[in-house]
């Protein structure tokens, strides 16, 4: 069992940066693959980013890519998504994600509770 706490989420103006962590319970966070996916008002979920276990390797959404960055401390069971040049269309709950890799993709297990980020003018 995993227990994901994000923080960080907090109103900014667009142009600007966002960091969100993402603090897991448990001495297994290592074996986890860890996400972060976001839910627009009215729209439905979508992948933002991925940290493969092999090598370390991030996947993004290309909606995202080159301004979003993922990193993970495993020392401290923490991932963080670095988010800069954030758009209007950042606006989102931000979900941290923690699961195990599978043919053909990631089922995700264990989610937080999301966090709040809110791009304005």
């Known amino acids: 069992q995993v227990q994901l706490v994000e923080s960080g989420g907090r109103l900014v103006q667009a142009g600007g940066s966002l960091r969100l962590s993402c603090t897991a319970s448990?001495?297994?966070?290592?074996?986890?693959?860890m996400g972060w996916l976001r839910q627009a008002p009215g729209k439905e979920r979508e992948f933002v980013s991925e940290?493969?276990?092999?090598?370390?390797?991030?996947y993004y959404a290309d909606s995202v890519k080159a301004r979003f960055t993922m990193s993970r401390d495993n020392a401290k069971n923490t991932v963080y998504l670095q988010m800069n040049s954030l758009e209007f269309g950042d606006t989102a709950v931000y979900y941290c994600?923690?699961?195990?890799?599978?043919?053909?993709?990631?089922?995700?297990?264990?989610w937080g509770q999301g966090a709040q980020g809110t791009v304005s003018s």
């Open positions: 940290n493969k276990l092999s090598g370390g390797i991030v």
């Open positions: 994600a923690a699961g195990t890799e599978k043919i053909g993709g990631t089922n995700f297990d264990y």
């Open positions: 448990g001495r297994t966070f290592s074996s986890y693959v």
